[in-house]
């Protein structure tokens, strides 16, 4: 039965409509997954305003969901969208295939990077993630627990304080582009051996392409060693996914934007 607290303007779409709930991912959005549509509620925020206005600025550009209803409501967001086919590069057919699991990364990347930012709505340099990362800072916002198990204590950072200091200390150059801000396997969908779609668009903008490769990278590890979704998968090596790219990697890089990421 379709939840009754659901926006009046939302409500006609998915009449008589069956439905289960989309339980993956991390997020507090809740999922309602129709045969050909999705139903994304979720606080009112920055970046669920985002995805509504990416989804719209993105059409045309990249394969992304179309808007079909959006409304607020009692401080939330509600977007019915398409459902995009095909499956999530974590499928395990793929997970099986890491050189072509890697060469589908890949290809999403590029097509990422290739549109163009001259007009995006949105900014995500440096600047202002460090910004957001200092607020939950600040505000204790951070989940220490949540996070890779060598950034804090005895051969990590002492606190979020302290690296935050030094993420301010060591910031690098960037080099931007459109970035989607959590390129992770469960974001990005494959069909017929080819890009299909990508999703949870909130945190895209125009940022730096080594935001995108190391949660790329970090992702692709943890769904290989089994820390998500607990299967031990052989074959993969983050250097496949450099030499996919053409691109010779900046380590250092990759490993100041994985620790950005902890604090956002």
């Known amino acids: 039965m379709i939840p009754d607290y659901l926006p009046q303007s939302i409500l006609p779409f998915l009449k008589g409509r069956t439905y289960s709930w989309d339980e993956m991912g991390l997020s507090a959005a809740k999922v309602l997954c129709f045969e050909d549509m999705v139903l994304k509620v979720e606080e009112t925020s920055a970046t669920s305003e985002n995805e ?7 059409e045309g550009k990249l394969p992304v969901p179309k808007v079909i209803a959006f409304a607020r409501q009692e401080g939330k967001n509600y977007l019915l969208m398409s459902r995009i086919e095909g499956e999530m590069l974590c499928a395990p057919t793929l997970m099986e295939r890491p050189k072509e699991l890697v060469r589908l990364a890949a290809e999403g990347l590029r097509m990422l990077w290739n ?6 709505p949105v900014q995500s340099q ?3 993630k460090l910004e957001k990362a200092a607020h939950a800072v600040k505000h204790g916002l951070v989940d220490v627990d949540a996070v890779e198990p060598d950034t ?20 690098p150059q960037e080099e931007p582009v459109f970035s989607h801000g959590d390129f992770c396997l469960p974001n990005i969908f494959e069909k017929n051996g080819k890009i299909s779609g990508f999703i949870d668009l ?3 903008g125009a940022g730096d392409r080594y935001q ?13 060693d089994g820390r998500f979704g607990g299967k031990v998968y052989k074959g993969f090596s983050p250097e496949m996914l450099l030499e996919a790219l053409g691109m010779k990697p900046d380590w250092k890089k990759i490993r100041y934007y994985t620790l950005l990421d902890e604090l956002l």
């Open 202 to 204: 909130g945190n895209c």
């Open 52 to 58: 509504y206005r990416f989804m719209r600025w993105l």
């Open 152 to 171: 804090f204590g005895e051969n990590g950072f002492s606190s979020p304080e302290a690296l935050l200091a030094w993420l301010y200390e060591n910031r």
């Open 115 to 120: 549109v163009d930012i001259s007009d995006c």
């Open 212 to 224: 995108d490769i190391a949660l790329c990278l970090r992702s692709l590890r943890h769904n290989y």
């Open 126 to 128: 440096l600047d202002l």
